[in-house]
């Protein structure tokens, strides 16, 4: 089958597409065959090597001198080929979707996911718009409802909204009844308004941390202020929620870590709750924003769609182009 590989760390540049086996399932294995997958930030840390910590502190996906895994990518969307011996929940022909977590491996006409990873595609999503949503809205669900605990009256800033994450961030809190602010560039103001952001805050314009408005729960998926800036925008009791974060700058040693690392040694001296997401994937999650997704709740936010030849330049525009909401890649199933 064809993939996209890499050997070694590095820019976008060393992605090649190439021949390798085609996966076999184990016996709580789906085997599906990928008709999209979408491109995460978390792919081009991985492919960098970057932050350099991470090497140290996330051996399941960092090697030394490369990625653990050959293949990229953990986002895909396909139908059933084969099962395992002991799933249940699926039969070849099924549609699906799902999150490789750190075995990578969605760029690729084939994946092997385990069955807890997997849930069925919303009816009413097209195989690109279910691809965009199991790392992205997954961690925005988690920061949302889990960690920000948004409900009716509770006022919600999401930095950074116009991204994959924030753009379903943005939607969740609505669903849930928050009153929500985007942060975001001039570009992005428009679509933030229109998947139901109360108020946009337009970065080039007017300094968020310094407009005396005080918040419940502040989601941060930038990494662009400091912990004091972030902290001062919040309720004496409300709650900071960190996830990811950093642009590529060509390497660096803590990257958005460190904003992570400050905030849990901080939380220890404040009545502020101030807290770093863990986005581990599961299928109950996984089967909530398929809900969300039929009930309209949801939309999944496309920017531009990749074949699989081009999933390079795809990764390239995510990271260093400013790629609004998702990133997605066609694989090409004509027989």
């Known amino acids: 089958m064809k993939a996209i590989v890499q050997d070694r760390y590095g820019s976008s540049d060393l992605l090649r597409l190439a021949d390798v086996d085609k996966p076999t399932p184990g016996d709580n294995d789906v085997l599906v065959r990928v008709h999209a997958a979408s491109v995460n930030a978390a792919d081009w840390h991985i492919m960098r ?11 399941a996906a960092f090697g030394w001198s490369g990625p653990k895994r050959r293949i990229r990518g953990r986002d895909f969307a396909g139908r059933v080929e084969a099962v395992g011996r002991r799933v249940t929940r699926f039969q070849p022909g099924d549609e699906v979707f799902g999150d490789l977590g750190f075995d990578d491996g969605a760029f690729a006409e084939y994946v092997c996911a385990q069955d807890r990873l997997v849930a069925r595609k919303p009816a009413g999503l097209t195989f690109e718009q279910a691809a965009a949503m199991p790392l992205a809205g997954n961690t925005a669900l ?4 889990d960690l920000g605990q948004a ?9 950074g909204a116009s991204g994959g994450v924030g753009t379903f961030a943005v939607q969740i809190a609505k669903s849930f009844g928050a009153e929500v602010t985007a942060v975001c560039s001039t570009r992005n103001a428009d679509l933030l308004r ?17 407009s005396g408005q005080r918040y419940d729960v502040v989601f941060d998926l930038v990494a662009n202020r400091s912990l004091a800036d972030l902290r001062r925008v ?12 950093g642009v ?8 958005p870590m460190g904003l992570g690392i400050k905030a849990v040694l901080t939380s220890r001296f404040v009545r502020q709750r101030l807290v770093m997401l863990n986005s581990d994937t599961n299928r109950e999650n996984l089967e909530t924003l398929a809900g969300l997704a039929e009930s309209g709740a949801i ?14 330049e795809a990764v390239r525009y995510l990271e260093l182009e400013h790629a609004r909401a998702k990133v997605v890649i066609t694989v090409d199933q004509s027989e």
């Open 248 to 255: 590529s700058e060509g390497g660096s040693l803590v990257g």
């Open 49 to 59: 090597g970057d932050p350099r910590l991470a090497r140290v502190v996330m051996p």
């Open 299 to 312: 939309v999944p936010v496309i920017d531009r769609t990749y074949s699989l030849p081009e999933a390079p």
């Open 194 to 210: 229109s998947i139901g952001a109360d108020h946009v805050v337009d970065y080039a314009k007017e300094d968020f941390t310094s």
């Open 142 to 145: 988690i920061g949302v409802r």
């Open 151 to 159: 409900r009716p009256g509770q006022r919600l800033l999401v930095n």
């Open 234 to 245: 919040l309720t004496p009791t409300g709650t900071l929620v960190l996830s990811g974060g």
